[in-house]
């Protein structure tokens, strides 16, 4: 106990260092660089498991749905428990997930579903978490710089997965991605170790928000369910049909609980901001485009021949260019303030995924061009990152840091999972659709896969939507100027 008053008095003089910022990152990385390899390693999981298809999805696609659903919670938690205790169970969680991972035996998916389910658990507590320690203890430009360092931990790290995962599965084998994971979580902890705890100043007990969150948990997975399965149950189905109303009906009740309750797990008086609502929805539309990764390497693995090493290769591009393009992002934040960076890298993240859809070319070029295009998407997130965190951040209460971190990355996993759901529904729908597609004669080389490649253009194409939607929504909601805290 005495301890823990030392710690809570020295918190107010705390300034956070380097070796926390390390600290952070790695933690960060256990999810968008370790746990987001299975994107790119699910065959060979697959066939070393000896699993179903299906059951392969399911492991790939439900740690994202389970961050997304449960982050908000670990946010509020973080706020009223302490933030370095949160980030501490998230690495546990990590650890205990890729073990169960690393053992699972072949014929049986229980194991990796498990693992899965509890590396979803760590990282929605760790995002929130780490968020909002950067929040409490950087001020001004270095809590910019930590935020750059945090967005290359994430950013960075899902534009390495997919080059990461494919070359430790084809040379040490795929359960090795989840030992480093491991021992990536120990070092974490060990520089995090020793921090000060960062909690809400609130001491008022509340009783936690029971009903908002089954009602969210069931909208959620209705309407995964839905997008996921709709193609290959029939869209007009029954099933399909009474999925999406239990999703709008669960979505109604839980929009009706949050307003009534004091004390909802989603604080719903966060989008009265609009600056936090507008940085929200474009972190929700850009991560989204995730979705291009999934449909362009699908292509070109399926129809040009590629590995999944090769594959990945094709996104070399995006990952220098997101990590050598987010401390710019940091600078133009600095400069021009969170607005212009925000439409500036959602514009050339647009042009990328544009170049991308053009999926009549021959092979060849498609793979020159897609090369290209990757580039320009990370340079566009890379100028998008910390204006965007920084914008939402910086204009909330203290006090709700945790809270408003927790929304901000549901945005991104929710994000991500719905938007490669959908492009993947579209591409995939798209592909057993018979007959000659539109603007056939526009395609060249061969004729036999016109279709695919038809399919492929219009899922990419659903994402340069998403982009176009966000900028939209950044003009409507994000001001002009120089944020508030780097005003001279």
């Known amino acids: 106990m005495a301890s823990l008053n030392q710690t809570q008095v020295s918190?107010?003089?705390?300034?956070?260092?380097?070796?926390?910022?390390?600290g952070i990152?790695?933690?960060?990385?256990?999810f968008w660089l370790f746990a987001q390899t299975t994107l790119n390693i699910a065959p060979a999981m697959q066939e070393d498991l000896?699993?179903?298809?299906?059951?392969?999805?399911?492991a790939v696609s439900i740690t994202a749905l389970f961050s997304g659903i449960f982050i908000v919670v670990a946010g509020g938690l973080a706020d009223r428990l302490g933030r370095v205790k949160l980030t501490n169970i998230g690495l546990l969680l990590s650890v205990i997930g890729s073990i169960l991972i690393v053992i699972s035996p072949t014929g049986t998916a229980v194991l990796l579903l498990a693992g899965r389910i509890l590396q979803g658990l760590s990282a929605a507590c760790i995002m929130p978490a780490t968020l909002a320690l950067m929040k409490a203890y950087y001020e001004g430009k270095e809590r910019q710089r930590a935020l750059s360092f945090w967005s290359i931990g994430s950013w960075g790290g899902s534009g390495l997965s997919a080059l990461f995962g494919g070359l430790i599965a084809s040379t040490m084998g795929w359960r090795w991605i989840f030992i480093l994971s491991i021992l990536v979580a120990v070092i974490s902890y060990l520089l995090i170790r020793g921090t000060p705890e960062s909690k809400s100043t609130e001491t008022d007990e509340k009783a936690f928000d029971w009903a908002g969150l089954i009602a969210f948990i069931i909208a959620m997975l209705a309407i995964n369910i839905v997008i996921g399965q709709g193609a290959s149950l029939g869209w007009l189905s029954p099933a399909v049909l009474a999925g999406i109303a239990v999703f709008i009906i669960s979505t109604i009740i839980f929009l009706r609980i949050e307003k009534r309750s004091e004390n909802g797990f989603v604080d719903l008086s966060l989008f009265s901001n609009q600056t936090f609502s507008g940085a929200s929805l474009s972190n929700f539309l850009l991560n989204g485009a995730a979705g291009t990764l999934l449909v362009s390497l699908a292509l070109v693995q399926a129809e040009a021949g590629l590995s999944s090493l090769?594959?990945?290769?094709?996104?070399?591009?995006y990952l220098v260019a997101v990590l050598s393009t987010i401390r710019v992002g940091e600078k133009l934040l600095q400069r021009m303030g969170p607005r212009k960076p925000m439409l500036m890298g959602c514009f050339i993240t647009g042009v990328g995924i544009l170049l991308t859809s053009l999926t009549f070319l021959l092979a060849e070029q498609y793979i020159i061009v897609s090369f290209i295009g990757f580039t320009l998407f990370g340079i566009g997130l890379g100028f998008y990152a910390?204006?965007?965190?920084?914008?939402a951040l910086s204009n909330v209460p203290g006090d709700k840091a945790g809270s408003a971190s927790g929304i901000y990355k549901m945005a991104s996993s929710l994000g991500a999972a719905f938007g490669v759901a959908i492009s993947a529904a579209i591409f995939y729908g798209l592909s057993e659709m018979e007959g000659i597609p539109p603007m056939a004669d526009l395609f060249l080389g061969r004729t036999d896969n016109i279709t695919v490649r038809y399919a492929a253009g219009i899922g990419l194409l659903f994402n340069v939507f998403m982009i176009v939607v966000a900028?939209?929504?950044?003009?409507m909601t994000i001001p002009k100027g120089?944020?508030?805290e780097v005003l001279e």
Not at 11 to 22: C, F, P, R, W
Not at 50 to 58: C, F
Not at 310 to 317: D, F, H, R
Not at 386 to 391: G, I, L, M
């Open 386 to 391: 910390t204006p965007s965190t920084d914008a």
């Open 11 to 22: 918190t107010a003089n705390y300034q956070g260092t380097d070796k926390l910022i390390l």
């Open 482 to 484: 120089k944020p508030k």
């Open 471 to 475: 900028i939209i929504a950044i003009i």
């Open 310 to 317: 090769q594959s990945g290769l094709i996104t070399v591009g």
């Open 50 to 58: 000896q699993i179903s298809y299906d059951l392969n999805n399911l």
């Open 25 to 30: 990152v790695l933690a960060v990385v256990t």
